[in-house]
């Protein structure tokens, strides 16, 4: 490799040295004079180097590189004069710089691990680490295991399944769509800050391990549930159907983890008229009705007060889900939609209904005071409090306030955020059930998330009702999802051999551990990059955050609660492509 050269000078005796000049500097006109031998000593390559006058000479001097033999190791100056490569302590500057290199490389490694190790611990998913390595049951040890059937594929169903042993298991995945939706950002999708198919993972990604199917997933509706019999009714409910239609399936062992509806109160009108804010199909309805209000205001010769009806946009649900799209929905129209239609951007109003006294309810006082009077000052936004909406008309929405003065609220877009309701079939499993279901708003569990009054029904997430009565938050399913599926691997051969024995209930289910949700903080975004957070142990210990910096922390605990890291490739490029091009104003 090549030689480091540098000009030499006059150098100052002994003990008269000037400090902070290298005995290697030389200034320019002596360089020019050819004065050039090797270094002495070594010179790092980014040293700076001072003449005795302590002017700035050179940052790097190196000489061209010569292969070995030529002129036998001897070159010349510009005046002739020779130089020889006698010294035997050569500094490698080509060495020194891969050193360098290796170190920064060995440094972002180690910080890559220990964001993994992070995330691991975050989303308590040690098991990747571990499953490759697990010796797995053999094909014929696999036969008459007990067949477990898991209704669903939201949080609660995946992060089970995403557990579960599928190898001391017949596993089968009944669901309507082939997909999970991540639906913490979903009111983030009705604006195109994120895009549908970034927050979605196919599910049968989820039912392969170690390049085997160990787990089957069917594409169909269940509709019914025989408990007496361990059946369940299936219906094929796409567009596209075969001869096959209906079919029944058997099980040992069901999982209830379909969720639950939106709960319209029985208030006449909301299905007809309002859209929900469930599924990935009402982000995009709820997007193009938005823009297509745009439209419809913006044809010339348009009533002003029709234009005023189509650009009142109302949110009815003052919780997470109503109140994050809400300020979503503003962002939208203040940052892209009113630089698109500026003749309607003083025209533009949202309104957000909640029957009860507050919004965010289930936070602190302080972050509710906040949000409530960053609402009532923003421009454009208006809260009604204590008002109940009676009944919902194709235009009007018809709202009682506390005083009882009944009154219309005109809209263009309506968006139905509030409660949750159990679905058909978890009303009907209820009444078959009898008076071990006492509560009407979901299967009622134990301990274990064992269906009280069964003895191979369990369910988990928005469908169930736990004795802590925890509340329906994407938290709670996932975390039951993970308990269910260690407590299955954990008592597989009981489970085995219950079904062996005409039992269904493995006998040492008591002694198992107990499902204990642990609570790791609630996030709510308030639009203008601001976000709130409340971190709560219990109801003496809580800790509140607000403004630009919550925004970034729950950007990234939303990042790191995504399940694949294709996910967040996508989510991130989103966030960059909103910030730095705007959202898409485009309908379809």
Same mark, same amino acid.
């Given at each position: 490799?090549?030689?480091?050269?540098?000009?030499?000078?006059?150098?100052?005796?002994?003990?008269?040295?000037?400090?902070?000049?290298?005995?290697?500097?030389?200034?320019?006109?002596?360089?020019?004079?050819?004065?050039?031998?090797?270094?002495?000593?070594?010179?790092?390559?980014?040293?700076?180097?001072?003449?005795?006058?302590?002017?700035?000479?050179?940052?790097?001097?190196?000489?061209?590189?010569?292969?070995?033999?030529?002129?036998?190791?001897?070159?010349?100056?510009?005046?002739?004069?020779?130089?020889?490569?006698?010294?035997?302590?050569?500094?490698?500057?080509?060495?020194?710089?891969?050193?360098?290199?290796?170190?920064?490389?060995?440094?972002?490694?180690?910080?890559?691990?220990?964001?993994?190790?992070?995330?691991?611990?975050?989303?308590?998913?040690?098991?990747?680490?571990?499953?490759?390595?697990?010796?797995?049951?053999?094909?014929?040890?696999?036969?008459?295991?007990?067949?477990?059937?898991?209704?669903?594929?939201?949080?609660?169903?995946?992060?089970?399944?995403?557990?579960?042993?599928?190898?001391?298991?017949?596993?089968?995945?009944? &669901?309507?769509?082939?997909?999970?939706?991540?639906?913490?950002?979903?009111?983030?999708?009705?604006?195109?800050?994120?895009?549908?198919?970034?927050?979605?993972?196919?599910?049968?990604?989820?039912?392969?391990?170690?390049?085997?199917?160990?787990?089957?997933?069917?594409?169909?509706?269940?509709?019914?549930?025989?408990?007496?019999?361990?059946?369940?009714?299936?219906?094929?409910?796409?567009?596209?159907?075969?001869?096959?239609?209906?079919?029944?399936?058997?099980?040992?062992?069901?999982?209830?983890? /379909?969720?639950?509806?939106?709960?319209?109160?029985?208030?006449?009108?909301?299905?007809?008229?309002?859209?929900?804010?469930?599924?990935?199909?009402?982000?995009?309805?709820?997007?193009?009705?938005?823009?297509?209000?745009?439209?419809?205001?913006?044809?010339?010769?348009?009533?002003?007060?029709?234009?005023?009806?189509?650009?009142?946009?109302?949110?009815?649900?003052?919780?997470?889900?109503?109140?994050?799209?809400?300020?979503?929905?503003?962002?939208?129209?203040?940052?892209?939609?009113?630089?698109?239609?500026?003749?309607?951007?003083?025209?533009?109003?949202?309104?957000?209904?909640?029957?009860?006294?507050?919004?965010?309810?289930?936070?602190?006082?302080?972050?509710?005071?906040?949000?409530?009077?960053?609402?009532?000052?923003?421009?454009?936004?208006?809260?009604?409090?204590?008002?109940?909406?009676?009944?919902?008309?194709?235009?009007?929405?018809?709202?009682?306030?506390?005083?009882?003065?009944?009154?219309?609220?005109?809209?263009?877009?309506?968006?139905?955020?509030?409660?949750?309701?159990?679905?058909?079939?978890?009303?009907?499993?209820?009444?078959?059930?009898?008076?071990?279901?006492?509560?009407?708003?979901?299967? &009622?569990?134990?301990?274990?998330?064992?269906?009280?009054?069964?003895?191979?029904?369990?369910?988990?997430?928005?469908?169930?009702?736990?004795?802590?009565?925890?509340?329906?938050?994407?938290?709670?399913?996932?975390?039951?999802?993970?308990?269910?599926?260690?407590?299955?691997?954990?008592?597989?051969? &009981?489970?085995?051999?219950?079904?062996?024995?005409?039992?269904?209930?493995?006998?040492?289910?008591?002694?198992?551990?107990?499902?204990?949700?642990?609570?790791?903080? &609630?996030?709510?975004?308030?639009?203008?990059?601001?976000?709130?957070?409340?971190?709560?142990?219990?109801?003496?210990?809580?800790?509140?955050?607000?403004?630009?910096?919550?925004?970034?922390?729950?950007?990234?605990?939303?990042?790191?609660?995504?399940?694949?890291?294709?996910?967040?490739?996508?989510?991130?490029?989103?966030?960059?492509?909103?910030? /730095?091009?705007?959202?898409?104003?485009?309908?379809?």
């Amino acid at each position: 490799s090549g030689l480091k050269w540098v000009a030499r000078g006059p150098f100052p005796k002994k003990g008269k040295r000037k400090k902070g000049v290298s005995p290697c500097a030389v200034s320019l006109r002596e360089c020019g004079r050819g004065r050039l031998r090797q270094c002495p000593r070594p010179v790092l390559a980014d040293t700076i180097m001072w003449s005795r006058s302590s002017t700035l000479i050179a940052r790097r001097i190196v000489a061209p590189r010569h292969r070995y033999g030529r002129n036998n190791g001897r070159g010349s100056g510009k005046n002739g004069r020779e130089y020889t490569n006698t010294n035997t302590n050569t500094y490698n500057s080509t060495t020194a710089t891969s050193s360098k290199s290796w170190r920064k490389w060995l440094w972002v490694a180690g910080v890559g691990v220990g964001v993994y190790v992070v995330d691991l611990w975050a989303n308590d998913d040690w098991e990747i680490l571990s499953d490759p390595f697990r010796s797995r049951l053999t094909p014929d040890q696999r036969k008459d295991r007990p067949h477990v059937v898991i209704l669903g594929a939201g949080w609660g169903a995946l992060n089970m399944l995403r557990k579960l042993h599928c190898d001391k298991f017949k596993v089968t995945v009944v &669901s309507p769509r082939n997909f999970f939706l991540f639906t913490p950002l979903l009111p983030s999708a009705t604006s195109g800050t994120v895009e549908t198919r970034s927050i979605m993972e196919p599910i049968r990604r989820y039912c392969r391990r170690s390049d085997a199917e160990e787990a089957q997933f069917i594409e169909v509706e269940a509709t019914k549930i025989d408990a007496k019999n361990n059946r369940v009714h299936c219906v094929d409910t796409s567009p596209v159907q075969g001869s096959v239609r209906e079919f029944d399936l058997e099980y040992d062992h069901l999982v209830i983890a /379909v969720g639950a509806d939106s709960a319209t109160f029985g208030i006449p009108g909301v299905k007809e008229h309002g859209i929900f804010l469930k599924s990935n199909e009402d982000a995009t309805k709820i997007r193009n009705r938005v823009m297509d209000c745009m439209e419809t205001a913006s044809i010339p010769g348009q009533p002003a007060s029709e234009i005023e009806r189509l650009l009142h946009f109302v949110v009815v649900g003052g919780g997470p889900a109503g109140v994050e799209y809400a300020a979503d929905l503003h962002d939208f129209l203040e940052r892209d939609l009113k630089r698109t239609f500026p003749e309607l951007k003083e025209k533009v109003k949202i309104t957000l209904i909640e029957a009860l006294p507050h919004i965010l309810s289930m936070f602190d006082a302080t972050i509710i005071e906040r949000v409530e009077h960053k609402f009532q000052t923003t421009p454009g936004l208006e809260i009604l409090l204590r008002s109940a909406v009676t009944a919902v008309e194709p235009n009007v929405v018809k709202v009682k306030a506390s005083d009882g003065v009944m009154h219309d609220v005109p809209y263009g877009t309506l968006v139905w955020a509030t409660g949750n309701a159990p679905k058909p079939m978890i009303s009907d499993l209820i009444n078959q059930l009898g008076a071990a279901q006492p509560i009407r708003r979901g299967l &009622s569990v134990d301990e274990h998330l064992k269906v009280k009054g069964t003895t191979n029904i369990w369910a988990l997430g928005d469908c169930s009702v736990t004795p802590q009565n925890y509340p329906a938050t994407a938290q709670v399913a996932s975390q039951e999802g993970r308990y269910l599926g260690r407590l299955f691997n954990d008592l597989a051969d &009981s489970f085995y051999q219950a079904k062996k024995n005409g039992t269904q209930t493995p006998a040492d289910l008591d002694k198992a551990q107990r499902f204990d949700y642990a609570h790791f903080g &609630s996030f709510a975004y308030i639009g203008n990059w601001e976000a709130v957070a409340e971190f709560k142990k219990d109801a003496n210990s809580k800790f509140t955050l607000a403004g630009v910096t919550t925004f970034f922390l729950w950007r990234s605990v939303y990042m790191s609660k995504l399940l694949s890291f294709r996910n967040r490739v996508l989510v991130g490029f989103d966030w960059l492509k909103a910030w /730095v091009f705007g959202r898409d104003v485009s309908r379809g």
